[in-house]
């Protein structure tokens, strides 16, 4: 039984009209893609092209992830305006009708589980409640 940790990234192409049989390796990250073909004529078997497919996706994700230590930053946009991924400024409004303003930190320590904290703004100061949430941020990545 194949667990999501041996297919991730991987996909198994049959094309027999083009003889065509092997592995499909596709990650994207940053915007930039990643992918190799590994045919099962070229490596001998289906399980031997599989092997090889596997090896090379996990070399090139260790090799991303040392690349990507620390926060990651990016373009502010719509849907970002921190400019950090997984930092955002947050609105919280209080039964008695006010609205208090944080700097949320998310992330997620495993897959299917979801961790955020907040900073208030009115306490720390937006750059401070900013710069707590980068670092919270960092930290849960980190684990």
Known sequence: MWTPEDTYAIARIDLPDASTHGWQVRIQRRGRKYGKFFADRLHGSERESYRMARAWRNALVQRLDEREAGPRVCLKSARNSSGVVGV????VSASNGETYYFWQA??????GQRRCVKFSIRRHGDRGAFRLAVEARREGVRG
Do not use: D, R
Not at 88 to 91: D, E, G
Not at 106 to 111: A, F, K, L, V, Y
């Open 88 to 91: 955002s400024k947050v609105a």
């Open 106 to 111: 998310t992330w997620c320590p495993e897959p």
